[in-house]
């Protein structure tokens, strides 16, 4: 099979491009820089980049199968709205029509569930409304629905992803929480007996996304993802502390604060989703960064 992969030097897209790599596939990759140097990888006579801007206006040669765009803006509180609307919507213009271009016949978009915005339910899935979302969200809504456009012309699913692990650096919630948990500094948090999943593995994400290479849908689908065997999230933390040595404590919050599960029930059932506990992802968590600290 043949990949267009863009976002191939981030944190996910990195380990899409090993795990495709591994497999037989042929990537071709876009990146702003020209012949990124990604260890172990560069010299796959498999992987070709083109240097491209998705901002701008992309081509792409013909033969295509898959492609897969995992670029994108978070951005922080300070990034203005036309920064995302560059990244996040003219970019997944570009590539979309690209991709049409080059004859891919399946389209898979990383979105996130940041689409939401303020969450209110108990459990999140694929019909949560949507409400107030931020600049990233909207933007990144936005995006699926210009992929859902095209479903007429190949098949599209779009992946609604919380916080990838083991990230640690502008990673999600829990990397913050290690952090200051490896400072000693207190922990504060809301909801200690709220279940807790709203996390993914990078590893499970990336051989998630590889084996779609082998599954059939129709049309247009979304998939909200989440980690397998949630847990009350004061039992959460005191394990993340407990593996790495902390000596931080735990400061429960009162006052109104959203708590939510992630359903990966369609994904499962429908893609072959295989998720890992929570609990592995944050000993993978605190594991990595314990050893990279040595």
Known sequence: MRFLLTGATGFLGRQVLRVLLDQGHEVVAISRQENPTIPDLSNSQNLSWVQRDIREHIVIEKGMDIAIHAAGLIGDAGTPLSAYIEQNVTGTTNILDAADRAGVA??????????????????????????????????????????????????????????????????????????????????????????????????????????????????????????????????????????????????????????????????????????????DMVRRLVRGKLQSAT
Not at 232 to 258: C, H, N, Y
């Open 106 to 279: 399946k389209f898979i978009y990383l979105s996130s569930i940041s689409i939401y915005g303020e969450i209110n339910g108990e459990v999140v899935d694929e019909n949560t409304p949507r409400s107030n979302a931020g600049s990233y969200g909207l933007t990144k809504f936005i995006g699926e629905e210009l992929v859902r456009e095209t479903s007429s012309g190949m098949r599209s699913l779009c992946l609604r992803l919380p916080g990838i692990l083991p990230k640690m650096e502008g990673g999600p919630w829990l990397s913050k929480v290690l952090a200051r948990a490896l400072k000693g500094e207190s922990i504060e948090y809301f909801n200690p007996e709220a279940p807790f999943n709203n996390a993914v593995d990078r590893e499970d994400l990336a051989e998630f996304i590889a084996s779609l290479v082998g599954r059939e849908w129709m049309g247009h689908e979304v998939v909200t993802l989440g980690a397998s065997e949630s847990m009350p999230l004061r039992e959460l933390l005191e394990f993340m502390l407990a593996q790495a040595g902390s000596i931080s404590t735990l400061s429960e919050q009162s006052g109104r604060s959203s708590s939510f599960v992630i359903s990966s029930e369609h994904a499962k059932q429908n893609f072959g989703y295989n998720p890992r506990p929570i609990q």
